[in-house]
């Protein structure tokens, strides 16, 4: 059988293309190596849900405060209005997308992909079927590369698609404790403190009957284990039973080229669109799956391969002033505990922090409140400048 298109990665990015495209009535095979689980905090917005069909049954909680920790162990908590932070477990929402994507007619193909043939014009995307060990291939038009940060399909196929920034993410998943003064099942914590990660930040996120406990750098040398380790301790939680350990790199920056001009077009963390200073992916990685979908469909109709670009226009489009506005925070705030510090004390703000979920939950920067824009910036600009002392509750 030829496809239409072949998608190449069945995490939320993939599973999301490949559902869109065969909703759309195009032939989809969707390729997945199975058995692995990205680290991830889990946290996911309410509009993913609106948008995306996905019901609250799928949510193992929701989150209504988020607690900023500062690294002289200052806390900000900060009351989640009007809204929540669901949570979910990478372990069972990425085969819950696999198998929408299934019942909706994506043929599935459990395997690692191993590169693209082009023999007489025909496109291969050819792989390594898990349960033979033998290559096999899958002929099609378009292929949608959604196979993560250190995308196979991004080096070979896309300019400069093995250059991509990437925090290295690592995290827990434990057993979750009961209610104490430092453990809030219904709370995220948020650790900014460079003796858990001198570049990024560490988390202890509720699964319900679980928690994430883990932190991400940039910096090859730090030891992610060793720092978990003493976060978990630091919060109370290394008593508790490890259920399991999982790692892997996070994009920091969405690359400047999506396709290749002929037939492949890349998606979610391939593409590089994980937010920075937040980390927050999931969402961007469904959006990401869903205009590299339309960007397929576009250019299956029209059978120009430059209507591909679509799917990075249509993508930053929406949400490049966001991730310019947090690529900005990050590169003010992550570079010293000083700063990160003068961080914490700006979340105290409450224009900071209404500013801040609205922009979470809505995924748009908030424009109904100009004056509360004109403070935020005033006050940033005092305390990068260390024009003000931090102030906490």
């Given at each position: 059988?030829?496809?239409?298109?072949?998608?190449?990665?069945?995490?939320?990015?993939?599973?999301?293309?490949?559902?869109?495209?065969?909703?759309?009535?195009?032939?989809?095979?969707?390729?997945?190596?199975?058995?692995?689980?990205?680290?991830?905090?889990?946290?996911?917005?309410?509009?993913?849900?609106?948008?995306?069909?996905?019901?609250?049954?799928?949510?193992?909680?929701?989150?209504?405060?988020?607690?900023?920790?500062?690294?002289?162990?200052?806390?900000?908590?900060?009351?989640?209005?009007?809204?929540?932070?669901?949570?979910?477990?990478?372990?069972?929402?990425?085969?819950?997308?696999?198998?929408?994507?299934?019942?909706?007619?994506?043929?599935?193909?459990?395997?690692?992909?191993?590169?693209?043939?082009?023999?007489?014009?025909?496109?291969?995307?050819?792989?390594?079927?898990?349960?033979?060990?033998?290559?096999?291939?899958?002929?099609?038009?378009?292929?949608?590369?959604?196979?993560?940060?250190?995308?196979?399909?991004?080096?070979?196929?896309?300019?400069?698609?093995?250059?991509?920034?990437?925090?290295?993410?690592?995290?827990?998943?434990?057993?979750?404790?009961?209610?104490?003064?430092?453990?809030?099942?219904?709370?995220?914590?948020?650790?900014?403190?460079?003796?858990?990660?001198?570049?990024?930040?560490?988390?202890?996120?509720?699964?319900?009957?679980?928690?994430?406990?883990?932190?991400?750098?940039?910096?090859?040398?730090?030891?992610?284990?060793?720092?978990?380790?003493?976060?978990r301790k630091a919060s109370g939680l290394d008593g508790c039973e490890t259920i399991r350990k999982e790692g892997a790199p996070i994009p920091l920056k969405p690359l400047d080229r999506w396709d290749n001009g002929k037939?492949?077009?890349?998606?979610?963390?391939?593409?590089?669109?994980?937010?920075?200073?937040?980390?927050?992916?999931?969402?961007?990685?469904?959006?990401?799956?869903?205009?590299?979908?339309?960007?397929?469909?576009?250019?299956?109709?029209?059978?120009?391969?430059?209507?591909?670009?679509?799917?990075?226009?249509?993508?930053?489009?929406?949400?490049?002033?966001?991730?310019?506005?947090?690529?900005?925070?990050?590169?003010?705030?992550?570079?010293?505990?000083?700063?990160?510090?003068?961080?914490?004390?700006?979340?105290?703000?409450?224009?900071?922090?209404?500013?801040?979920?609205?922009?979470?939950?809505?995924?748009?920067?908030?424009?109904?409140?100009?004056?509360?824009?004109?403070?935020?910036?005033?006050?940033?600009?005092?305390?990068?400048?260390?024009?003000?002392?931090?102030?906490?509750?």
């Amino acid at each position: 059988m030829s496809y239409d298109v072949v998608v190449v990665g069945g995490g939320p990015s993939g599973a999301t293309a490949a559902e869109d495209l065969v909703r759309s009535g195009h032939s989809v095979a969707l390729l997945d190596r199975e058995g692995r689980i990205k680290p991830c905090g889990g946290a996911i917005p309410p509009r993913l849900l609106q948008d995306f069909n996905v019901g609250e049954d799928q949510l193992l909680t929701k989150v209504t405060t988020a607690r900023m920790i500062s690294p002289t162990g200052r806390q900000v908590d900060i009351p989640i209005e009007n809204g929540f932070v669901g949570m979910v477990d990478r372990k069972d929402f990425d085969p819950y997308l696999r198998q929408r994507a299934q019942e909706a007619g994506a043929d599935y193909h459990v395997g690692t992909f191993v590169r693209i043939d082009r023999e007489d014009g025909q496109t291969k995307v050819i792989y390594r079927e898990k349960a033979s060990g033998e290559e096999k291939a899958l002929e099609c038009r378009l292929v949608i590369g959604a196979d993560g940060a250190r995308s196979r399909v991004a080096r070979g196929e896309v300019p400069d698609g093995d250059k991509i920034p990437y925090v290295l993410a690592y995290h827990e998943i434990i057993e979750a404790p009961a209610p104490t003064e430092t453990y809030d099942p219904e709370r995220c914590d948020v650790i900014y403190d460079g003796a858990i990660s001198p570049d990024f930040y560490g988390w202890v996120f509720p699964h319900g009957k679980t928690t994430s406990v883990g932190m991400g750098t940039e910096i090859s040398e730090v030891d992610l284990k060793e720092a978990t380790a003493a976060l978990r301790k630091a919060s109370g939680l290394d008593g508790c039973e490890t259920i399991r350990k999982e790692g892997a790199p996070i994009p920091l920056k969405p690359l400047d080229r999506w396709d290749n001009g002929k037939d492949v077009v890349l998606a979610g963390d391939a593409a590089g669109v994980v937010a920075p200073s937040s980390g927050e992916g999931i969402y961007y990685a469904m959006v990401g799956g869903r205009v590299a979908a339309t960007a397929c469909a576009a250019t299956l109709a029209s059978g120009r391969v430059g209507d591909l670009k679509l799917a990075r226009k249509l993508f930053m489009r929406e949400h490049k002033t966001v991730f310019r506005v947090l690529a900005s925070m990050q590169n003010a705030y992550y570079r010293s505990d000083a700063r990160r510090e003068r961080f914490v004390s700006l979340c105290h703000d409450v224009d900071v922090q209404r500013l801040t979920f609205e922009a979470y939950m809505n995924k748009k920067l908030v424009k109904a409140r100009p004056m509360a824009h004109l403070k935020i910036g005033v006050k940033n600009l005092f305390h990068l400048t260390g024009l003000v002392r931090p102030e906490y509750t």
